[in-house]
Nanobody, 120 residues
Framework: QVQVVESGGGLVQPGGSLRLACAAS????????MGWYRQAPGKQRKLVAT???????NYADSVKGRFTISRGNAKNTVYLQMNSLKSEDTAVYYC??????????????WGQGTQVTVSS
C-alpha cells in the first residue's frame, strides 16, 4: 500500500506565493514520477506540473514561469513553489505518485488534496 500526503495550502493574496509539499511512502518498489494536479469548483481535474525520476519536468501553459516543481533530498518528496498567484489558481491541489509496488504492478496514487485560495 502506498500513501501520498500533501501539505502547505492556504489563503494568499493575488501576487503572493505558496509552497506545497508532498511525500509518498509505503510499499514503493520504484517511484516513476510525481506530479501536481488541481481541480477548481465545477471543473475537471487538470495537470499542473510533473517531474520524472530523472528530474524531467512538464508544466501546464497557465503556470509556466510562475510555478516550479522540484524533488526533495529524499526522492519520494516533491514540492510545488507557486509565485505570482492569481485568483484563477484557486483550486484543490492534489499530489500524484506513479509507483511500481512490484515489477508487474504499476499504479497512480493520490493524496487527499490541499486547498489553495487566492483572494484579496
Amino acid at each position: 500500500q502506498v500513501q501520498v500526503v500533501e501539505s502547505g495550502g492556504g489563503l494568499v493574496q493575488p501576487g503572493g506565493s505558496l509552497r506545497l509539499a508532498c511525500a509518498a511512502s509505503g510499499s514503493i518498489w520504484r517511484l516513476n514520477a510525481m506530479g501536481w494536479y488541481r481541480q477548481a469548483p465545477g471543473k475537471q481535474r487538470k495537470l499542473v506540473a510533473t517531474i520524472t525520476s530523472s528530474d524531467s519536468t512538464n508544466y501546464a501553459d497557465s503556470v509556466k514561469g510562475r510555478f516550479t516543481i522540484s524533488r526533495g533530498n529524499a526522492k519520494n518528496t516533491v514540492y510545488l513553489q507557486m509565485n505570482s498567484l492569481k485568483s484563477e489558481d484557486t483550486a484543490v491541489y492534489y499530489c500524484n505518485a506513479n509507483v511500481n509496488t512490484g515489477f508487474w504492478s504499476r499504479d497512480d496514487y493520490w493524496g487527499q488534496g490541499t486547498q489553495v485560495t487566492v483572494s484579496s
